[in-house]
């Protein structure tokens, strides 16, 4: 499979200026449960994945260039 973006070098500034549109297809209880979990801590599905996927990527160790 073909990486979608070209990887960024580590000297890469990351800006939140710019953005893509990710599909994300689920089972309808997992959309559901997603949804509900987020309106739970005040959330919209939306910002929920991007915390939970914001987390992940910084807790992963620094890349090897």
Request: hydrophobic share 50%; proline share 6%; no cysteine.
């Amino acid at each position: 499979m073909q990486p979608l973006f070209d990887v960024l070098s580590p000297t890469t500034a990351r800006s939140d200026q710019e953005v893509v549109e990710l599909a994300l297809l689920l089972p309808l209880w997992q959309a559901m449960e997603l949804e509900a979990a987020a309106s739970r801590r005040g959330m919209t599905t939306g910002q929920m994945l991007r915390r939970v996927i914001g987390e992940l990527l910084a807790s992963q160790p620094a890349r090897a260039s």
